[in-house]
């Protein structure tokens, strides 16, 4: 590749058109929501330097911090949204390793395939001794599952980072597609043993996997650790998920089991999703007031922070830190980590948790890995609307209730603000192609096509209770 900025075109060819679909193609553009998100860090006190947490990897003995900055959702040009900011981009990595941060996470299909290039550039300005890197082999695509093809995106991860050796290597997101996806991205190519022999030859120093989606696929490859001799494990943590990940959603896994199987062998958890793409930082209302009850100074975020960083087996957890406020907040909850007691634990994984699942919202994390919609919906976007005035208690229910019109007459007037009228669900033929690359195992079209019928029993004028519960 060029050092040029690369073209959709050029970002398909190297990754195959159906990686587009797991690309979480996030941008810096700051909507109300985040506004409103990053508006609570506006007494924000400065994070001291020197108090980072560190845990200590069991092979090579060497210290990681407790936060990992994940390079997914790097922030853009204030007057181009569609240009990444390479010059705050190099500012947010400065003042993270200024305090402690050492552990940076990426991968070839993050920002539009960016992301390895933004942070290569970023990091390369430091001493090679004072991070660790990690990005993932995400061979989604067929065209790409080649060993040819494969060893290829290898070597240009190593080329865009601009290092001679990977800290981290990750198999990019087990368990999607099951053992015959697994078989072909990883084992009919030879691609597993060929990342072995290079973790011998000391240019990937720890290899392992991160997980969505089929049990079967993580049980069979901890089955496998005595052969592989897995360095670490990447895996969805937090309180929500702790026990109620398949309540959300029956095709998920809860974290108890994941991290339990992960304790059994020894193999160091590295966590993603602290937050759930958000969603644990922007409760419904009464919940955040009840959070701050018991803590007034600390946000909303910070609880679930100190959630996922307080097992002693988690090495560290990751978050996507578009802006300074996000990052400084995140610093302040780990410089140093103060670990949850055993009562807090059980209050946010039981009393608050339990509270979330009532919501039944759509389980989406705004991740993006289902898009580009190849009719052009905004998967992502249709469900945050939803789930929005879900939790805000302004969603529509029965055109009987008090205050009816004028919630129907927001809900609709703020989807068409947020979606195109093109890009709504009316327009899902329920091809599918969405749903094997969505983290969460949400049944996209049937999703799509629930809340379709709410909205036209919205726009009809004929909605009843039973009509909402299909929603």
Not at 88 to 109: C, R, W
Not at 141 to 162: F, G, H, V
Not at 203 to 217: P, Q
Request: aromatic share 10%; charged share 25%.
């Amino acid at each position: 590749m060029s050092k040029k900025d690369i073209s959709r075109r050029s970002f398909l060819k190297l990754l195959g058109g159906g990686a587009l679909t797991t690309a979480a193609v996030m941008t810096g553009c700051k909507s109300k929501k985040e506004t409103k998100a990053v508006s609570e860090y506006t007494k924000q006190v400065e994070p001291p330097t020197g108090k980072m947490t560190y845990r200590i990897n069991p092979k090579t003995k060497e210290k990681v911090s407790i936060l990992g900055y994940g390079m997914m959702r790097l922030p853009t040009k204030p007057d181009n949204q569609e240009e990444y900011d390479q010059e705050m981009v190099n500012k947010q990595v400065d003042y993270a390793i200024e305090h402690g941060l050492n552990y940076f996470d990426t991968s070839p299909a993050y920002c539009k395939g960016l992301s390895e290039r933004c942070t290569g550039i970023a990091l390369s300005r430091h001493k090679r001794s004072e991070y660790l890197v990690a990005t993932k082999l995400s061979n989604f695509n067929p065209a790409t599952q080649t060993r040819e093809e494969s060893i290829k995106m290898y070597k240009n991860s190593l080329k865009e980072l601009q290092v001679d050796y990977i800290d981290y290597y990750l198999l990019h997101s087990i368990g999607g597609g099951g053992m015959e996806a697994f078989n072909n991205r990883y084992m009919d190519n030879g691609m597993l043993d060929y990342l072995v022999e290079e973790r011998k030859a000391g240019r990937i120093r720890n290899l392992g996997f991160s997980y969505h989606g089929d049990i079967t696929v993580f049980d069979t490859l901890l089955s496998w650790h005595d052969k592989y001799q897995w360095d670490f494990v990447q895996i969805e943590l937090n309180y929500l998920d702790w026990d109620f990940a398949d309540e959300i959603n029956d095709r998920n896994t809860d974290a108890r089991y994941l991290y339990a199987e992960l304790q059994k062998r020894g193999i160091p958890s590295v966590i993603m999703e602290p937050l759930l793409g958000g969603r644990l930082a922007n409760l419904p209302q009464y919940l955040a007031t009840e959070l701050k009850q018991r803590d007034p100074e600390k946000s909303v975020a910070s609880w679930a922070f100190r959630y996922a960083g307080t097992p002693e087996g988690v090495l560290t957890v990751l978050s996507g830190m578009t802006y300074m406020e996000h990052l400084k907040d995140n610093l302040l909850s780990y410089c140093p980590l103060v670990p949850l007691t055993e009562e807090e634990q059980e209050y946010l994984q039981g009393d608050i948790a339990r509270k979330i699942v009532g919501l039944e919202n759509i389980p989406c994390n705004d991740c993006k890995y289902c898009m580009p919609c190849p009719y052009g919906i905004d998967i992502p976007a249709i469900f945050v609307h939803y789930n929005k005035c879900k939790n805000e208690g302004s969603l529509p229910t029965d055109r009987g209730d008090e205050g009816y019109w004028e919630m129907r007459r927001q809900y609709l007037i703020g989807l068409d603000r947020s979606v195109p009228k093109l890009r709504q669900a009316s327009h899902c033929i329920g091809c599918g192609q969405c749903e094997p690359h969505c983290p969460q195992n949400i049944r996209i079209p049937r999703e799509l096509h629930k809340i379709d019928e709410y909205v036209e029993a919205l726009r009809q004028n004929t909605l009843t209770r039973k009509k909402e519960k299909k929603a």
